[in-house]
C-alpha cells in the first residue's frame, strides 16, 4: 500500500478514510477509539474485544524485564490485538518519553526541559526530538505525552523542570522546534512520533495552596488512592505532604484572560503551527472551572479560534475531578470537546457511561463523529493504516540508547550548565592541579542526575540506568590529578580546589511542590565541611528548579545550576575543566530567600516585588582552557 507524499493529499486522504471507517462503526465502538487505558488494566484480547483506541505505559508502566526487547513484544502484543478487532483500527499506543524514552532502562536520557531552555537552542532541541521519536518507535510507540509547554510561574512547582522557562516566546521557539524533530520528515514515516502539548492550557499558573489532589486530613493510606497504589509510591511520601506536596499542581489559576492568553496560551500556537496534531488537556482549574470541563477554552479556542484539527486528550484520570458524579464528569468533559479519554483504570465504566449519555441525549452523536473523526484522521496521517503489520519499517531495536543519541545528548548536558557566580575565576579550574577533591553523592549518581521521570514516575537515586558521573568526566579529562571522591564529605584530605555536588532528590508532579526551597541543611553542611579543607570551592547544583542557597553562596566561590542533566552527567566536567564554555542563561528567576516566593516576571509591576539574587538572562561566561584536552 502506498500513502500521499505531500501533505495536503496525505491530510485528505486520512480524512476520507476516516469518515469511510465512521460510517461503518457502531456506536459502542466509536467510544472504544475515544478510549484510552493503562497498560496494567487492559489485556490485549479486551483491546481486540472492544476496539480500544489507546493504551498508554504512565511513568514507570514499564514491562518485566525492563529491556528494549520486552517494550517492543508489549506493545505489539496491544497494536496485533487491535488490529484482529472488527474493523481492525490500527492502535496508537502512548508514552510519557519527556526526556528521551526514558522509562526504558537503557534509553538514552536527555537533559529535563529546564536545561534545555537554558540553553535555548531551538535546533539542538530539534535533534534531540528526532533522536527521542526514533528511540520510541523502535519500541513500537507511535505517541509521546511532550513537549510541556508549561510556563511556570511559581518554581515551589513540582513540574518546573519541565517547563523551558518564563518566557512563552522561548517555551513556543523551542516546543515547535521539538515537534518538528518528532515528526522528521514526515508524520506518516514509521519513526515519525505524535507529539501531546501539554497541558492545556496554564497549567503552570496555578496558585500555591489551591491544589486539590489530596484531601489532606483524610489521607490515611496510600494504597487508597489508586494512582499512587500503581506508582508503588511507598510511604515515605506521606512526610512530603508536609514539606508541601501537591499544594500547587493541579490547582487554580487566577489570572485575566488576557495574561491567559500572553503568557500560558501564547507557547501552543508555533507548537500547533508546527503540526502537532494531539493536546493533552490541565488538570488544573481557572477561577474554579475545571480545565477538563471548559467549553470555552477547548471548544471555542482551541479547536475554533486557534483552528485545531487533532484531537484532545485529557490527563490521567482527570476527568474525575469534575465532580463527584462520574456520569456528570463524562458527559461535561465530552461536551466540552474533548476526544478521548485517559480513563485509565476502568474502561469498561467509561465505555459504559459515555454509552448511556448518548442514549439519555445528554451527549450528541455528532460529538463523538467529530471526536472518532479527530482520532482516526490523525491515525491515518500516522500512516498507521499503512504501516500495521509490517515492523520492518520501523527502527531497529538498537536504536534505543544508540550512540549517536548518546552523543547529541551530552552536548546537551555540556551546554545547560548555568553559572551563577564566579569569584576570583575559580572556574575553569587550573589547567594544572595536582589534586582535586570532590565530595557529595551526587557527584556519582546517575539517578540523582536524570530527577523524575526516570525509569520510574518518580525517578530514584541510584545505578537506575546506564550513563555516566561528573566524577567519572572529572577523572578523564584530568587524568594526572590525584581525585580524591568523599561522598558523604568526611575525610580529611585537603586540596587547592573541592567540588561538592548537591542535588534534590528525584520527584514528579505534585509530589515535588514544596513549602519553601531552601537547601537542605545536610548539603549546607556537607558544603561546610569542605569548604574548610580547600582553598577554592565550587558548588554544582543538580535540581528541576532554581533553590535558595543561603549561606552556600557565601561559601562557593563559583555556583553552577546543573539542572537535571540526564544520563550523561560526565559532560558537566568538561565546562568545569574549561574544554568548553559556559554559554547557558538563566530562563527562570533565581530567589534569594524562599519567601520571595513566587518569583517571576509577570503581573502588573514585577519590579515592585522582592529583587531576584539573578535575574532572568543571567549566566557567566568562561574561556576554553586549550591547554587541558
Ligand atoms: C502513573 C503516572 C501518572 C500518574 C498520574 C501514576 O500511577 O505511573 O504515569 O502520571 O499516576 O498522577
Ligand atoms: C501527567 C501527564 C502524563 C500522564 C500520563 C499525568 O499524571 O500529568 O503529564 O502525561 O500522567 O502518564
Not at 499 to 513: C, F, K, L, Q
Request: proline share 6%; net charge negative.
Amino acid at each position: 500500500m502506498t500513502h500521499a507524499v505531500d501533505r495536503p493529499q496525505g491530510a485528505l486522504s486520512a480524512s476520507a478514510r476516516a469518515a469511510d471507517l465512521l460510517a461503518r462503526m457502531t456506536l459502542r465502538e466509536k467510544i472504544g477509539q475515544m478510549t484510552q487505558a493503562e497498560k496494567n488494566s487492559v489485556t490485549p484480547d479486551e483491546v481486540r474485544r472492544f476496539g480500544l483506541g489507546s493504551v498508554l505505559s504512565g511513568g514507570g508502566g514499564n514491562p518485566e524485564p525492563n529491556t528494549p526487547a520486552a517494550w517492543r513484544a508489549m506493545v505489539l502484543g496491544f497494536r496485533e490485538a487491535a488490529l484482529e478487532s472488527r474493523l481492525g483500527v490500527p492502535l496508537l499506543y502512548g508514552v510519557d518519553a519527556v526526556h528521551g524514552h526514558n522509562n526504558v532502562v537503557g534509553a538514552t536520557v536527555f537533559p529535563h526541559n529546564v536545561g534545555l531552555g537554558a540553553i535555548g537552542d531551538a535546533d539542538l532541541v530539534r535533534r534531540i526530538g528526532r533522536a527521542t521519536a526514533v528511540e520510541v518507535a523502535a519500541t513500537g510507540v507511535r505517541w509521546t505525552f511532550a513537549p510541556a509547554v508549561s510556563v511556570p510561574l511559581d518554581v515551589r512547582w513540582g513540574r518546573t523542570y519541565e517547563g523551558y522557562g518564563q518566557d512563552p516566546d522561548l517555551v513556543g521557539r523551542l516546543a515547535a522546534a521539538y515537534v518538528e524533530g518528532l515528526r522528521g520528515a514526515d508524520w506518516a514515516t514509521p519513526d515519525a512520533v505524535l507529539p501531546s502539548v501539554k497541558h492545556f492550557v496554564a497549567d503552570g499558573g496555578a496558585v500555591h495552596g489551591t491544589s486539590t489532589r489530596w484531601d489532606r486530613a483524610a489521607v490515611k493510606s496510600l494504597a487508597d488512592d489508586p494512582t499512587l497504589a500503581n506508582a508503588h509510591v511507598d510511604e515515605g511520601f506521606v512526610e512530603l505532604l508536609d514539606r508541601g506536596a501537591w499544594t500547587i499542581d493541579q490547582g487554580d489559576v487566577a489570572v485575566d484572560e488576557r495574561t491567559l492568553r500572553d503568557v500560558f496560551l501564547a507557547p501552543y500556537l508555533p507548537a500547533l503551527a508546527a503540526g502537532a496534531l494531539n493536546v493533552m488537556v490541565s488538570y488544573g482549574s481557572w477561577h474554579g472551572l475545571r480545565m477538563h470541563a471548559h467549553r470555552y477554552l477547548i471548544t471555542d479556542v482551541l479547536k475554533g479560534e486557534l483552528g485545531f484539527e487533532g484531537f484532545v486528550v485529557t490527563d490521567w484520570a482527570a476527568i474525575d475531578q469534575i465532580e463527584p458524579d462520574f456520569d456528570v464528569c463524562v458527559e461535561r468533559s465530552i461536551n466540552a470537546g474533548i476526544d478521548m479519554v485517559m480513563v485509565p483504570f476502568d474502561h469498561q465504566r467509561f465505555m459504559d457511561a459515555l454509552e448511556a449519555a448518548v442514549e439519555r441525549g445528554a451527549v450528541a452523536e455528532a460529538r463523538i463523529d467529530d471526536a472518532v473523526h479527530r482520532i482516526l484522521t490523525t491515525k491515518a496521517r500516522l500512516g498507521l493504516f499503512d504501516a500495521v503489520g509490517d515492523p520492518e519499517r520501523e527502527p531497529a531495536l538498537d536504536a534505543v540508547g544508540h550512540p549517536d543519541h548518546r552523543r547529541i545528548a551530552h552536548e546537551a548536558a555540556r551546554r545547560s550548565p548555568v553559572l551563577l557566580q564566579n569569584r576570583g575565576d575559580a572556574l575553569p579550574l587550573p589547567p594544572t592541579l595536582p589534586a582535586l577533591l570532590v565530595a557529595g553523592t551526587a557527584a556519582d549518581d546517575v539517578g540523582l542526575q536524570c530527577g523524575g521521570w526516570t525509569i520510574s514516575w518518580m525517578g530514584a537515586a541510584g545505578p537506575i540506568t546506564p550513563g555516566t558521573t561528573l566524577l567519572q568526566g572529572l577523572q578523564r579529562l584530568r587524568p594526572d590529578a590525584e581525585i580524591t571522591f568523599e561522598p558523604d564529605g568526611h575525610g580529611t584530605a585537603r586540596a587547592p580546589v573541592g567540588i561538592v555536588a548537591v542535588a534534590e532528590a528525584p520527584y514528579a508532579e505534585g509530589m515535588g511542590d514544596r513549602n519553601d526551597l531552601d537547601l537542605a541543611a545536610a548539603d549546607l553542611a556537607l558544603i561546610e565541611r569542605v569548604r574548610a579543607r580547600v582553598d577554592a570551592l565550587v558548588l554544582v547544583v543538580y535540581s528541576g528548579r532554581p533553590v535558595v542557597l543561603g549561606d552556600a553562596v557565601r561559601h562557593a566561590d563559583a555556583i553552577v545550576a546543573a539542572w537535571l542533566p540526564g544520563s550523561e552527567g560526565a559532560a558537566i566536567a568538561e565546562p568545569l575543566v574549561g574544554v568548553s564554555a559556559f554559554e547557558a542563561t538563566l530562563r527562570y528567576r533565581w530567589p534569594a530567600a524562599s519567601a520571595d516566593l513566587p518569583l517571576h516576571p509577570f503581573g502588573t509591576d514585577p519590579s515592585a516585588g522582592p529583587a531576584a539574587l539573578w535575574d532572568l538572562g543571567h549566566g557567566l561566561r568562561t574561556h576554553v582552557e586549550r591547554s587541558s584536552t
